[in-house]
């Protein structure tokens, strides 16, 4: 039978040859838009107001264009974007895309000095005529339109890109987990983004991921965009009213300056339990130091990058369905009692986003877990404030690959523990964590789907 079909060979060889190339044509717009709230939104979900502008807030992203559907993917300089702010956030950028929803990645960095938004929330408090404010609806709005304008302008320069790059490097004297043992062998979870506390400032990193990864893509030899990440809180020091980028926004500014034809993006990685607490104490000055360390990992990084040729590129999502939290302050009925007059504003809007999750769970929308698969490396988005042992398990899930893990997508769960930290009884899910025990499994499974799909 070969014999039959070897004078074909000479037609067919070329039209699969060219089939194979028209797959492989892939192209990269990137975008940028300004969306520093004005002075007097609330930061961190109405904890506190902005007074002034340290520095702008930046949405900054990219569109793979030629993976059946446009991918999209923003980093955000806000602290969260949750509920039916996130769904208007994909639905905004899939529009100006021409794409799906499902296939609009959108992580925030997770800075302090900046807003939450979550829609519903701050409905149930207006409705209410309360003293709390988690977002002002109306600049939402224009802040998600200008992002989906600057989306759309940037389309029809979208650049060809043939390969893409892989790097990491160490990040020296940044993170450590909140997690620390005392000298009598005790626990604590205290060690926050700033401390002064000599037992937390001694003690070990504990659990983190000491590396900084950056996926990059080229046309040939010519690089066009890098995407960095690294898994800490991104706080040297806030409660101020002074709106910032903070450390991680001073870090991907000078990069940006050093290679201003590379676009440059940085998103944090699974960081609910990790900070900056062992190597910073609060002092001005350490916003530059540690920009200083994790511009140099950033770097390093990029002088280690290694190219590959892109030959196809995939899209997959999972649902994921967490239980709702119900005891103590997180019962529905404790949440109503906080939404009256007297109560202190930002315990009025912690339990306004409270029950904003629970009707986006009522309405029986599950939050997705997306990835796109380059085959040689896997870019994960994990929701909410997701502890580190996530993005360390689906590297060992892939441990033939490059798996990036940005963390801080929908942030209407706040912190995803592990079952480890509800039986030692970690002290900072008595408020932020509105997923009940049991989330590890699940996390588990979602990760397992998206990462090992059936060959």
């Known amino acids: 039978m070969r014999s039959l079909f070897r004078p074909l060979l000479p037609l067919i060889a070329p039209l699969c040859i060219a089939r194979a190339l028209a797959a492989a044509e892939f192209s990269l717009a990137t975008f940028e838009a300004d969306v520093t709230v004005p002075v007097g939104h609330g930061m961190m979900g109405g904890a506190w107001q902005a007074k002034s502008v340290a520095d702008p807030l930046l949405a900054r992203g990219f569109v793979i264009l030629g993976a059946e559907k446009p991918i999209v993917f923003v980093s955000v300089d806000w602290c969260e974007i949750r509920n039916d702010a996130y769904d208007r956030w994909r639905a905004a ?22 807003p939450v938004a979550d829609l519903e929330a701050e409905r149930i408090l207006r409705a209410r005529n309360l003293a709390g404010s988690v977002c002002d609806l109306e600049f939402h709005e224009k802040a998600v339109r200008r992002v989906a304008e600057a989306l759309r302008a940037s389309l029809p320069k979208a650049r060809r890109f043939t390969h893409l790059g892989t790097g990491q490097a160490k990040v020296e004297r940044i993170a450590s987990n909140r997690r620390y043992v ?104 350490n916003r530059i130091a540690l920009a200083d ?47 009256t007059a007297g109560v202190a504003p930002f315990q009025q809007c912690l339990a306004a986003m409270g029950l904003s999750w629970r009707k986006r769970s009522a309405a029986g ?91």
């Open 93 to 114: 950028l899939a529009e100006a895309a021409g794409t799906e929803s499902v296939r609009v990645f959108v992580t925030t960095i997770h800075q302090h000095e900046a």
């Open 182 to 285: 005392l000298p009598d062998g005790k626990l604590s979870f205290d060690r926050g983004s700033a401390t002064r506390n000599v037992l937390a400032r001694e003690a070990g990193d504990g659990v983190i991921d000491p590396w900084l990864k950056t996926l990059s893509f080229w046309n040939g030899d010519t690089p066009l965009a890098a995407v960095s990440g690294y898994a800490t809180h991104p706080m040297s020091y806030y409660r101020t009213g002074e709106i910032s980028a903070d450390f991680p926004g001073l870090a991907r500014a000078r990069r940006q300056k050093e290679l201003p034809d590379v676009f440059q993006i940085y998103f944090s990685g699974c960081s609910g339990n990790v900070t900056a607490g062992k190597y910073n104490d609060g002092a001005r000055t």
């Open 365 to 455: 929308r599950p939050i997705d877990l997306p990835l796109i698969d380059f085959g040689a490396a896997q870019f994960l988005l994990l929701p909410g404030e997701a502890y580190v042992e996530y993005q360390l398990a689906a590297q060992k899930l892939r441990p033939d690959s490059f798996v990036l893990v940005a963390g801080y997508g929908d942030g209407a769960t706040g912190y995803i523990p592990t079952e480890q930290h509800w039986a030692e009884r970690d002290g900072n899910l008595s408020d932020w964590c509105w997923v009940a025990p049991g989330a590890e499994q699940t996390m588990m499974d979602a990760l397992r789907r998206v990462l090992l799909p059936p060959r």
């Open 293 to 339: 360390r994790l511009h140099a990992a950033m770097s390093a990084a990029w002088q280690e990058t290694r190219r590959r040729p892109v030959e196809k590129i995939a899209f997959r999502h999972v649902p994921l369905k967490l239980m709702l939290r119900e005891n103590g302050d997180f019962d529905p009925v404790e949440m109503e009692k906080k939404l």
